[in-house]
C-alpha cells in the first residue's frame, strides 16, 4: 500500500488570491445589477433593506476564510478530495438566503452571486492542492 501526501501549493498568497478573486467577482456581478438598475434588496415589507458594496465585500470575503479554514482541515487531515463536496454543500445552503429573503429580479441576481462565488471558491482551493 503507498500513501500518497497532500501538500498546498503556493501558501497564504495563492490563498488569499483566491479570497481576493472571490470578492472581485461579487462586486463585479453587484456592480453590473446596479449598472442595470436592478435594485438589491433583502426581506420583505418595511423590513427591507438595501444591499451594498460593502456587504458584498465582507460576506464574500468572510465566506472566503470560511472555506479557506474548511479546507485547510480537510487538508491537514488528509481529507483534500472532499473538498469538492463539502464545498458545494456550504454553497447549496447558502442559496438558502437569498431564496427566503429575495424577490424578483433581485433574488435571481443575488443566487447568481452565490453560485459565481462559491464556484471560484471551490475550484481555487481544489486546485491549490497537489498530491
Known sequence: MTTMRVMLRGSRSRRAGIVAAAAVVALAIWALARMLGVE??????HDASPVGAAEVLVTALLAGL?????????????????????????????????SWLADGVAGVVLI?????????????FNRSVSR
Open 112 to 124: 447568481g452571486m452565490h453560485l459565481a462565488v462559491g464556484f471560484v471558491l471551490i475550484a481555487g
Open 40 to 45: 438589491l434588496t433583502v426581506g420583505k415589507g
Open 66 to 98: 470560511a472555506a479557506g479554514g474548511g479546507h485547510t482541515l480537510l487538508v491537514r487531515r488528509g481529507a483534500a478530495r472532499w473538498w469538492p463536496f463539502v464545498g458545494s454543500t456550504a454553497l447549496a445552503i447558502s442559496i438558502v438566503g437569498p
